[in-house]
């Protein structure tokens, strides 16, 4: 037998199944073509992104040339970096060859950070050319970083924007991103013949029919959940709704209840059923059990016929609206309210909005990771200069709201790693398909915003920072002064919030007149909110006081283990431990409408 007809051995590669390949091409071809012409059709109709903007509406050319502009003005440090950097990347080929000739001994030059998943995989570790691949991409890393953030007398909103969106270069150039880099995604191929990547392409096909010829990844199986089947299933009926809204009362699981009803105002950028995911994780079924009346704000998924629909309508047929309709159903005028993020800052709204008006219905507020004061709002800031809401309120116009998917990937961008590359990777690269998770989902599940309501809160709020300004902001004929908001407001913030960085959501402390208790939770804007007790998950800081500064804060807070749920279950009702008979929805003034969680929150964005 000659050479050419030996077998290969067993760890070698191995060829794909021939028909799997021809039938994958053939549905490449017939797919992709279908994709482009979709997409090129719509293209033509509507413009890039539903409208005629200009070649860099971000404005990044303009922020990378002012940089490049400041670093030539002092070339001395621009050389020094250059020299560390080279001089780092000598060493690690120092140390690279020292490893080949079996020194085990040898320190890395750079290492990873101990929570990035990115280099999970023990060959980063112990085969020395992926070891030298991961160093040489930190050093790079860290050398990009560096010099962006060396330019001096940039204005901060161009500083920021240009750290920003160097880090998302480097993070788009990771090893792990790429086939020929990444020891996991060869060692599958090997194994696997390329089948991996087959399925990779097909998966990359799929996500682009969802998008419309633009990528959409597929973080969650989304076929493995069912709104009302097994997540949002929190028994109970809609007992009253509006264009905006419907209201969801629960159906109460003691013989007694706390006297003040608890209404929950979710933000409307996303759907309220990230408090009612499933039985295990569901603070709404929690709170039912501790002995609340829970009420819920389901907010509409708008479309063009809502465009003018302005922040005043989400506060007058939101939280006003409610307050009617739950002293209607349970004859109690005084309501406890929890606002989470932008539900928060419409209850701050209507905080100010009652003080004014002298009415005193909300008898507590508590803020879900929340902003009142947007002085620094965080990374969601680089989106938000005058070129990039031109852009986008052009688009808006056009359409009569803002696509979903469009925030969707801004919050995504927050954290490009987690929520962008992996999914890359393992959706792509490895061929995986993802795995079912109900947060995933719910992530997923994206909601339009009007145009009119959300030119206003880009602009007043987060450009223009008026909320804090005293009557710098009128709604309904009532200018807005947050200082005059004197209710008991409990404030949960989380440590690794990106939306709302909890430096900023502690600035609320120091603007209330009435008492605060400021408490903040461990992990991100989600998972530190839906943390149930049972979970034994994530600690959280708590104090009795509330300084000027968040720094000082902290320092004197008192770490806890587990969820914060408990603390404020203790906070809220004790304020008022009187009980009444339980409630059964529908049962009041206001008859059931249809079962929870009502048929809005079903409605996609994609419909």
Request: proline share 6%; with cysteine.
């Amino acid at each position: 037998m000659t050479t050419e007809d030996t077998p290969p051995d067993a760890g070698a590669f191995r060829l794909p199944d021939p028909n799997l390949v021809s039938r994958t091409m053939a549905d490449v071809a017939e797919r992709g073509q279908r994709i482009v012409a979709d997409f090129l059709k719509r293209q033509a109709q509507t413009g890039p992104d539903g409208g005629t903007v200009g070649a860099d509406p971000m404005q990044i050319g303009s922020a990378f040339m002012d940089m490049a502009a400041r670093l030539m003005a002092n070339p001395a440090r621009l050389v020094e970096a250059q020299l560390g950097f080279w001089q780092d990347y000598l060493t690690l080929w120092q140390n690279t060859a020292r490893r080949m000739w079996g020194d085990e001994e040898v320190r890395p030059v750079i290492a990873e950070d101990p929570k990035d998943r990115r280099f999970k995989h023990e060959a980063w570790r112990e085969n020395e050319v992926f070891d030298f691949i991961k160093q040489s991409y930190l050093l790079s890393a860290r050398y990009f970083t560096n010099v962006a953030r060396a330019a001096e007398d940039l204005d901060p909103k161009t500083a920021q924007k240009v750290d920003f969106y160097t880090r998302q270069f480097v993070d788009a150039m990771s090893p792990s991103n790429f086939l020929m880099t990444n020891p996991e995604v060869l060692r599958k191929t090997a194994e696997s013949g390329g089948e991996n990547l087959l399925r990779g392409l097909q998966n990359l096909l799929s996500d682009l029919e969802r998008g419309k010829g633009k990528l959409r990844i597929r973080m969650t199986d989304e076929t493995k959940f069912r709104i009302g089947e097994n997540i949002a299933v929190t028994p109970g009926k809609v007992v009253y709704q509006n264009e905006l809204m419907q209201l969801i009362q629960y159906a109460p699981a003691t013989g007694t209840v706390l006297k003040r009803p608890l209404l929950i105002i979710p933000p409307w950028i996303n759907k309220f059923y990230i408090l009612d995911l499933r039985p295990k994780n569901s603070f709404i079924r929690w709170a039912v059990a501790q002995g609340h009346t829970v009420f819920v704000i389901s907010w509409v998924n708008p479309d063009e016929t809502l465009a003018q629909k302005s922040f005043e309508d989400y506060m007058l047929e939101g939280p006003y609206a409610a307050l009617d309709a739950i002293q209607k159903a349970t004859g109690e005028k005084g309501v406890n309210v929890i606002g989470y993020c932008l539900g928060g800052t419409l209850l701050a709204c209507t905080l100010a909005h009652m003080a004014a008006k002298r009415d005193a219905r909300v008898k507590s507020a508590t803020f879900f990771t929340t902003m009142v004061d947007f002085a620094e709002a965080g990374e969601l800031s680089v989106f938000i200069d005058e070129e990039q809401l031109q852009s986008l309120e052009e688009r808006m116009q056009k359409r009569g709201y803002l696509e979903g998917h469009e925030m969707a990937t801004t919050f995504n961008m927050l954290r490009a790693n987690d929520l962008i590359w992996s999914f890359v990777v393992q959706n792509y690269l490895l061929g995986q398909e993802p795995f079912p998770f109900d947060l995933l989902y719910w992530n997923d599940d994206s909601t339009r915003m009007p145009a009119a309501m959300h030119s206003f809160y880009l602009r007043r709020m987060y450009q223009q920072n008026d909320l804090v300004k005293p009557g710098a902001i009128t709604l309904a004929g009532v200018p807005l002064d947050v200082r005059k908001i004197k209710v008991p407001a409990y404030i949960l913030s989380t440590r690794e919030d990106h939306i709302a960085p909890w430096k900023s959501t502690y600035r609320t402390t120091q603007l209330f007149q009435g008492p605060v208790r400021f408490v903040l939770a461990a992990s991100g804007h989600i998972a530190g909110v839906a943390n149930p007790p049972e979970s034994g998950k994530y600690s959280h800081w708590v104090s009795e006081e509330v300084p000027a500064e968040p720094e000082t804060w902290f320092a004197g807070a008192t770490e806890m283990a587990g969820s914060w749920w408990p603390d404020w279950h203790r906070w809220v009702s004790g304020l008022d431990r009187t009980q009444v008979p339980a409630r059964e929805p529908g049962s009041g003034a206001l008859p059931a409408i249809e079962d929870a969680p009502g048929s809005y929150v079903k409605v996609m964005a994609s419909d």
